[in-house]
């Protein structure tokens, strides 16, 4: 095994929660984080790499994405624009795409997708079925999905297909469907809310999931004050996501359980509903994790960049608050106490920004600041293998004047 060294770190962020350190350096070994320290004092490798200093933060975890799908649902999007509102039915015409698509278009789908996230500096990714709907659909959907990353999550409760009965929906998801998905998938998920499933139903559907293994977490309180935080609080589950409409004892269980709240600011970005309020939950000390949401309906984004820009912006959250929501925060959303940061011994997943501060992240938003992208101590993207050549004086804009 080789080390590398990675020097030259104007800014290192090792975990977003303690303070950056400047002038740093960090030895990979093994695909792990071996080394960080003072610059000076790093320890002899057998690769260098200096970034001149740029920073480095920890990887985003994005513990939320839809990304096994096919078509395009940009003119609901352009309607909404015009005055419609989002509601969960737009779901069903995925479902026709999705299930009318082979297995090689939707594999090649999520990996472009995956390396849109990888550009944009997510190592890790949890990716749910949830468009397929049947037996088949929705055990393909997590094949396909496993391929790319272990953290699959069995959403056959995303909405009842149509014409079919609720009930009989309700236990095929949780008979035939579950016995084919729980091989491929580590979670199970169900939307709770006005037009897709009710309590009684997400909680009959996690249930049966937890018998045979699976973990669950839980879309919930999305579109209205609903039952679903307070359900999720009562299972015990790691996580429950969106939490955009909340009550006062809806944070409070969620503040006294530990179930950390998900937030997607992706998603009332692109339905123009109220911002999820991440500042009352943080001062509640509930614990706040950030994710894309990414899918074709509700939000259409990969940039986690973004995310952390809204969420700085219009809910509350500090820039340190907003990296620690997307990487740590995320790791923990997924079950994993000691993900997303750099401290030695964690997997050596981590970003290199255009930037000399992490704080440029919310400061720059809209601008590709993800130079480079490492996966367990390999570089997975890096942007100047794909930057244009132009020269200075193409480059030049009309009306401008040269010398
Ligand atoms: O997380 N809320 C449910 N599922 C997705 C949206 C699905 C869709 O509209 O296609 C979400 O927002
Ligand atoms: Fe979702």
Redesign the pocket.
Known sequence: MTSTLITGIGQLVVDASRPPLHDAALVVDDGRVAWYGPRSGAPASDDVVDIADRCIIPGFVDS?S?LV?AGD?SAEFEARMSGES?T?G??RS?VSATRAATDEELTRHVQRLVQEMRRQGTTTVEIKS??GLTVEDEARSLRIARQFTPDTTFLGA?VVPGETDPAEYVALVTGAMLRAAAPHATWIDA?C?RG?FDADQARTVLEAGRAVGLKGRL?AN?LTQGPGVQLACELGLVAV??CTFLSDPDVDALAQTGTIATL?PG?EFSTRQPWPDARRLLDAGVTVALAS?C?????FTTSLPFCIALAVRDMGMTPAEALWAATAGGARALGRDDGGTLDVGAPADFIVLDAPSFVHLAYRPGVPLVAQTWVQGHRVHDATSARDTTTSNAQTPRGTHHG
């Not at 899918?295 to 939000?299: A, E, L, M, T």
């Open positions: 939320h839809h799908f649902r989002y969960a737009g779901i995925t949830g468009y995303h939307f809310e897709a879309h999305q996501d969106h997607l998603v949401d899918n074709p309906g509700s939000c």
